[in-house]
């Protein structure tokens, strides 16, 4: 049974930094994309990050240059570093995993509904960004 927990998330002030982490079970990040979404209320949920058993890291355009995914295979866990948080950046932020080989490109976190593509979820952690 896949298994998603999140966490990391709190609040911090404009220009500050958090660090989430996505743990993940019942699967291994070798055959494995994980993906970071958020949603604020009132806003469809939208993709940050994504990094790829095989193909790499991609990311959004709105977090380019101020967040970084980096991964520990050998403890199941996807880490997404958030520098320079903005009050825009306020949401719940998710991770969700599913199989490199359905998955394919990263890059479809960006497309419509491509967060539909992502059948495993953890529960959320929210982050708020205070100005």
């Known amino acids: 049974e896949a298994h998603i927990v999140e966490s990391g998330g709190g609040l911090v002030q404009t220009g500050g930094s958090l660090r989430l982490s996505c743990a993940v079970s019942g699967f291994t990040l070798d055959e494995y994309s994980i993906a970071w979404f958020r949603q604020a209320p009132g806003k469809k949920r939208e993709g940050v990050g994504c990094i790829s058993s095989s193909s790499g890291v991609y990311y959004s355009d709105s977090v380019k240059g101020r967040f970084t995914l980096s991964s520990d295979n050998a403890k199941n866990t996807v880490f997404l570093q958030m520098n320079n948080l903005k009050p825009e950046d306020t949401a719940v932020y998710y991770c969700?995993?599913?199989?490199?080989?359905?998955?394919?490109?990263?890059?479809?976190?960006?497309?419509?509904?491509?967060?539909?593509?992502?059948?495993?979820w953890g529960q959320g952690t929210q982050v708020t960004v205070s100005s």
């Open positions: 969700a995993a599913d199989k490199t080989r359905i998955i394919r490109d990263c890059a479809k976190i960006d497309r419509p509904l491509g967060s539909t593509w992502f059948v495993n």
